[in-house]
């Protein structure tokens, strides 16, 4: 292997694979998930610097984590640096993660209009003061995600990758889409690979793994240092141990079948159920999970409306449990590279 640099936090593989920052999806239970079924770090949905600065309470909770998460990164955004150095401040006393991580990369219009997220691509000076105050304010090893450009033409993923070394960032994670492809088109991994030989920082490939193989296809791409999994985690946690295991050459575990996956989603679910103050709620939010477990299943469209209808809890276990009953000798799984293009991403961050 060419190009290991060393990582500013603990990671157990010389190549960690890392759980994507996600708004609404990468919340504490799914990173415990993703955690125990073989992703090696994990960094939070983004939080507004102004938000965690005025201590206001739905951000605060956001930043709750537990033991069993790390390695973990909190990621900010925000485009003025003497708040996103405040932000810093707290996160680094209070919640004490691995490491804080700047968003560069959000291409919400509601974040991107204040600068905040890719908005900063457009200029890279503030960029470089964001960098800086942000480092100046934490002993912990602060790290970026960007995006390659702003636009296609001011796309440039090795220019700003330097911008932000010089600056004082450990780790650089690029998603290597500009901020206008939004999520359309396909993710650059030249420039992945690009970035990762002009930089002396460990650099973190993003963009369009699907399956385990992706993972294995993006390194040898690239030869990045780490290699990170967005939307491919979706209702199938067991994406990193599978990778882990044709990364390191050995036995692939099998992809869990009807049953196992109930289990794994039941597993979720009551994490859910210990970490949210609002049961209710918390059974709406994980609709979507629900969902992506169950797709490519036989019958799963029948499934999946009985799943988007839940209003509490108590009632998916005796779904499954109908399903496996009706199901019992024909339930396989369908799922194929394919199947999980359609997540719908219109809000992402
Ligand atoms: C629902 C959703 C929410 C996201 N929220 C964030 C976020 O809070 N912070 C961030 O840096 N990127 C966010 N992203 C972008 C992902 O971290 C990642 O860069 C992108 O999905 C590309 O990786 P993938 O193709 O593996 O999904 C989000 C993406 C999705 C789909």
């Given amino acids: 292997m060419s190009n290991i640099k060393t990582f500013p936090y603990p990671v157990p593989h010389a190549v960690p694979i890392f759980l994507a920052p996600m708004a609404?999806?990468?919340?504490?239970?799914?990173?415990?998930?993703?955690?125990?079924?073989?992703?090696?770090?994990?960094?939070?949905?983004?939080?507004?610097?102004?938000?965690?600065?005025?201590?206001?309470e739905a951000t605060l909770s956001k930043l709750r984590f537990s033991a069993d998460e790390r390695t973990i990164g909190v990621q900010i955004?925000?485009?003025?640096?003497?708040?996103?150095?405040?932000?810093?401040?707290?996160?680094?006393?209070?919640?004490?993660?691995?490491?804080?991580?700047?968003n560069f990369g959000c291409p919400v219009k509601k974040v991107v209009k204040r600068n905040g997220g890719s908005g900063c691509l457009r200029d890279l000076s503030l960029v470089r003061d964001v960098i800086k105050a942000v480092s100046a304010a934490t002993h912990l090893p602060v790290t970026v995600k960007v995006r390659s450009g702003w636009n296609e033409e001011m796309r440039d993923p090795v220019k700003i990758g330097l911008v932000c070394q010089d600056a004082g960032a450990r780790v650089l994670t690029l998603h290597a889409r500009t901020r206008t492809q939004m999520y359309t088109g396909k993710?650059?991994?030249?420039?992945?690979?690009?970035?990762?030989?002009?930089?002396?920082?460990?650099?973190?490939?993003?963009?369009?793994?699907?399956?385990?193989?992706?993972?294995v296809r993006m390194y040898e791409h690239t030869r990045a240092s780490g290699i990170m999994v967005g939307r491919g985690s979706f209702g199938q946690p067991w994406i990193f141990n599978q990778a882990r295991a044709l990364l390191d050459g050995l036995p692939v575990p099998?992809?869990?079948?009807?049953?196992?996956?109930?289990?794994?989603?039941?597993?979720?679910?009551?994490?859910?159920?210990?970490?949210?103050?609002?049961p209710d709620g918390a059974a709406y939010e994980f609709r979507k999970h629900l969902g992506w477990y169950v797709k490519g299943l036989f019958n799963s469209a029948d499934l999946r409306k009985k799943l988007h209808q839940v209003t509490s809890f108590s009632q998916v276990e005796g779904i499954f449990a109908d399903y496996l009953a009706d199901h019992s000798e024909r339930a396989r799984v369908?799922?194929?590279?394919?199947?999980?293009?359609?997540?719908?991403?219109?809000?992402?961050?």
């Fill in 77 to 102: 955004f925000g485009a003025d640096p003497a708040a996103m150095a405040d932000a810093a401040a707290l996160v680094t006393d209070v919640f004490q993660p691995e490491f804080v991580d700047i």
């Fill in 254 to 278: 099998e992809t869990p079948g009807v049953e196992g996956r109930f289990a794994v989603a039941l597993d979720h679910m009551r994490m859910v159920q210990e970490y949210e103050v609002d």
């Fill in 334 to 349: 369908l799922t194929g590279d394919g199947e999980r293009d359609e997540v719908a991403v219109d809000e992402a961050a």
């Fill in 24 to 56: 609404g999806v990468s919340e504490s239970p799914f990173r415990r998930l993703c955690r125990a079924h073989g992703a090696d770090v994990v960094v939070t949905e983004f939080l507004s610097a102004e938000g965690i600065r005025r201590e206001n």
């Fill in 187 to 215: 993710a650059n991994w030249d420039e992945i690979a690009a970035v990762a030989e002009a930089l002396d920082i460990p650099v973190v490939g993003n963009g369009d793994i699907k399956s385990p193989e992706d993972v």
